[in-house]
């Protein structure tokens, strides 16, 4: 999965850029909070989890 389809998903249902890190991005919710990989193209287990883990699948 593309790296900005997987931010588009996150940010169509609230969340948002938290912070950078050294790798990643952290995103959150106001409630949780997610590391997303800087990667062009993310792979398909990994986003998948991700998405779970935000409650989106």
């Known amino acids: 999965m593309k790296r900005r389809d997987l931010l588009k998903k996150?940010?169509?249902n609230g969340w948002y850029?938290?912070?950078?890190?050294g790798d990643?991005?952290?995103?959150?919710?106001?409630i949780r909070s997610e590391p997303i990989p800087r990667h062009k193209e993310i792979n398909e287990i990994t986003a998948d989890k991700i998405l779970?883990?935000?409650g989106l699948k």
Request: proline share 0%; aromatic share 6%.
């Open 10 to 12: 996150l940010e169509a």
């Open 17 to 21: 850029k938290a912070r950078s890190g």
């Open 24 to 30: 990643h991005d952290i995103y959150t919710n106001g």
């Open 52 to 54: 779970k883990r935000a």
